[in-house]
């Protein structure tokens, strides 16, 4: 269907614009008409080929994490006061300043009119909502309580942006650091030093060995700086196409649990997500057998997905899920496999796991400060031995220089 650019205007006369892809221009005006809105131009942006084509190089349907969290709580505000589903649609793609994702809510309306399930209409769209959103939103829909399983994504798809917020936030500077520090000494080392060194290895004097190591480097960078340059872009893309693989995405994930700082990290933000995810899913009408299918494929490492699908797999033979993560104690510590086995005997698992989720949750949070706090000193120390072993290199000639003078 053909993408269509319109301006209307209300029966007050207040001039709308907005874009629609419908099947003809008879029916754009028919469409506007049920929403009391008069067509007054419209004209073809996009054939629905050329779109088709483009849209694979350009595609501006990127969503970020806070229009989802907007567009769902909003919804779910609509729609727990009284607003048909078509309706609150409609009011979000007139508000949603993104053109990408406004012509996604109105594909998902028009959907919706058609006769289409609401989770029919968002499992269109797999790159923007996950396949969590759209299994809940769908028990939503036969348990008659859609708007409260709405609040409960907008509450998970919250604490899952601060979360990554704050991981992002506390390494932020360190790597700005790093960064304009290496930079830094690459171009000292092509546009200063050389000139500087040649003084030095002209004289007469014999060099101290820490400025016979920078002459070196120096040369190094200067003359085969940009092979190594290119050997390194050539390992970087070797090692990125390893690990897209199946069996190196699998030892690439065991390696990043094993790194001394990193590894924890990773663990406790996968327990989260695990946990909270499986608190929602629980509150709804959704198997348990397909809860855990559903949260292997959230994951972020490839072992805890696959203890979730070996999870699911023990659950069709009677086996409690927490026996299956007991096996695994290097990724589900005590602590998580014994307060799944109290919920799962008592009957208040989606309560406990929601328990859990909040300590790793300000596990995760506490750790990042305390890395922050850690991280600084330790790059201002770095920062401050490099400073020192130029200017040791640098001085210490200049001062023989003049003792032979």
Not at 34 to 58: D, P
Not at 205 to 216: G, S
Not at 246 to 269: D, M, N, Q
């Amino acid at each position: 269907m053909p993408l269509y650019e319109y301006t209307a205007r209300t029966k007050d006369g207040q001039a709308k614009e907005g874009r629609l892809t419908i099947q003809s221009e008879k029916e754009l005006a028919e469409h506007l008409s049920s929403e009391n809105l008069i067509l007054t131009s419209a004209k073809v942006v996009m054939s629905s080929a050329k779109k088709g084509f483009f849209s694979k190089f350009f595609s501006n349907t990127r969503v970020s994490h806070i229009q989802k969290i907007f567009f769902t709580q909003n919804l779910q505000v609509m729609i727990r006061t009284g607003f048909s589903l078509s309706n609150a649609l409609n009011t979000l793609a007139i508000q949603t300043p993104s053109k990408g994702f406004r012509e996604i809510i109105m594909e998902m309306k028009q959907d919706v009119e058609s006769g289409k399930t609401f989770s029919d209409a968002i499992r269109k769209h797999k790159k923007i909502f996950s396949e969590l959103f759209v299994n809940m939103v769908a028990a939503g829909e036969v348990s008659g309580k859609l708007d409260e399983v709405l609040n409960q994504l907008t509450v998970q798809m919250k604490k899952d942006h601060t979360l990554i917020a704050k991981i992002k936030s506390a390494m932020t500077y360190p790597v700005i650091v790093v960064v304009a520090m290496i930079g830094l000494i690459i171009a000292m080392m092509l546009f200063v030093l050389p000139n500087l060194l040649s003084v030095f290895e002209e004289a007469s004097v014999e060099l101290p060995t820490p400025t016979r190591i920078l002459i070196a480097i120096t040369n190094f960078v200067s003359t085969q700086g940009h092979w190594a340059l290119l050997a390194i872009v050539i390992i970087t893309v070797i090692l990125l196409r390893i690990i897209k693989t199946e069996r190196g995405k699998y030892y690439y994930h065991l390696l990043l649990l094993k790194v001394p700082i990193a590894g924890p990290i990773i663990k406790k933000v996968n327990l989260a997500r695990f946990t909270r995810s499986l608190s929602s899913l629980l509150k709804t009408d959704i198997p348990i057998v397909q809860t855990l299918q559903i949260i292997s494929r959230t994951l972020g490492n490839v072992h805890y997905r696959n203890v979730m699908v070996e999870a699911a797999e023990q659950v069709k033979k009677g086996v409690s899920i927490a026996k299956t993560l007991e096996k695994r104690p290097q990724l589900f510590p005590a602590i998580v496999t014994q307060m799944i086995n109290v919920g799962e005997e008592s009957g208040t698992l989606d309560t406990i796991v929601a328990e859990v989720a909040q300590f790793f949750e300000e596990d995760v949070d506490q750790t990042m400060q305390n890395l922050s706090t850690i991280i600084e000193p330790v790059l201002m120390l770095g920062l401050g031995a490099g400073v020192a072993g130029l200017a040791v290199s640098i001085i210490l000639p200049i001062y023989n220089l003049s003792e032979a003078f």
